[in-house]
């Protein structure tokens, strides 16, 4: 049996289909472990919690979009559970104002380097397959006025050997996304991908994967008809796709799991959401 395990922000794990649901089409089973707004101390945690959930082996494939440097996550529970509280960039966060005094972004970075090196090296130990990618350039450190190289010896040492074979888009998700508007003169907007931009991830990871995906050549008309129609077209469309018993898109909590979501590619579900989206929004 063939098992994908994912891990990420809000572009693995969102309120619709990502890059993920488009891979589970060549797993057995996926499991998704990404969380909207997760820095990288819960997305290596996230890891480890994958491996004593599902006894990772080497038949097993992870999948991982590493976030930003200046993510906070907070490990919370109460007497009946536990949870990781991800609240996104620190430092854009008023709220989060007193961690300045715990925290820069030089340390901020370091830290996370560590988790992702770290991470490599435990997935290598025990011989299981992986590809990383990133929501930003790795490279580069944010300042208030721009993004400049990233300089510190360290973090330079360490990401030569994370920025390997393994390692795919290493601009970034984000830069890739908008790029890729740009050269295709798209009109979506948003800083999340849409459906035809998540399927363009996946195929990306399939090649560097060596694995076939389900991928569908009309994707980016139907996108273009949920940006024509509005900003809240999506969130019209996805709650109707899901209680219709023929076809499946929304992922399904799992509660052995506690932070994962399983991932099930259903081979008509794109077809029943594009029939959809022509009675909505064609007249």
């Given at each position: 049996m063939s098992r994908l395990i994912v891990s990420g922000c809000s572009f693995t794990n969102y309120w619709h289909p990502t890059w993920a649901w488009f891979m589970s089409s060549a797993y057995d089973e996926t499991y998704n472990y990404g969380q909207s707004g997760a820095g990288n101390e819960y997305i290596y945690h996230s890891i480890i919690d994958a491996d004593t959930d599902l006894e990772?082996?080497?038949?097993?494939?992870?999948?991982?979009?590493?976030?930003?440097?200046?993510?906070?996550?907070?490990?919370?529970?109460?007497?009946?559970?536990?949870?990781?509280?991800?609240?996104?960039?620190?430092?854009?966060?008023?709220?989060?104002?007193?961690?300045?005094?715990?925290?820069?972004?030089?340390?901020?970075?370091?830290?996370?380097?560590?988790?992702?090196?770290?991470?490599?090296?435990?997935?290598?130990?025990?011989?299981?397959?992986?590809?990383?990618?990133?929501?930003?350039?790795?490279?580069?450190?944010?300042?208030?006025?721009?993004?400049?190289?990233?300089?510190?010896?360290?973090?330079?040492?360490?990401?030569?050997?994370?920025?390997?074979?393994?390692?795919?888009y290493p601009r970034g998700l984000t830069n890739e996304m908008f790029q890729y508007r740009v050269n295709s003169a798209s009109e979506t907007f948003g800083s999340h991908p849409n459906l035809s931009e998540h399927q363009l991830i996946a195929s990306g990871i399939a090649d560097k994967l060596g694995v076939p995906i389900y991928t569908h050549t009309d994707l980016e008309q139907y996108d273009s008809l949920i940006v024509s129609a509005g900003s809240d077209a999506f969130g019209k469309v996805l709650p109707l796709m899901n209680s219709r018993k023929s076809a499946f898109i929304l992922t399904k909590p799992r509660s052995e799991c506690i932070p994962a979501t399983t991932e099930k590619y259903y081979r008509n579900s794109l077809d029943e959401y594009k029939k959809l989206i022509t009675e909505l929004f064609i007249k």
């Open positions: 990772l082996n080497e038949n097993d494939t992870v999948v991982i979009a590493w976030s930003g440097y200046s993510r906070f996550d907070q490990f919370s529970q109460n007497q009946d559970s536990q949870w990781w509280k991800t609240s996104g960039d620190w430092s854009h966060n008023p709220a989060f104002k007193s961690l300045e005094q715990f925290v820069n972004d030089d340390g901020w970075a370091r830290k996370s380097v560590n988790y992702i090196a770290a991470t490599a090296r435990y997935l290598k130990s025990k011989n299981i397959k992986y590809v990383f990618t990133s929501l930003y350039d790795l490279q580069s450190r944010n300042t208030g006025s721009g993004s400049l190289v990233q300089t510190d010896s360290y973090i330079v040492k360490l990401l030569a050997e994370i920025y390997d074979a393994t390692f795919i």
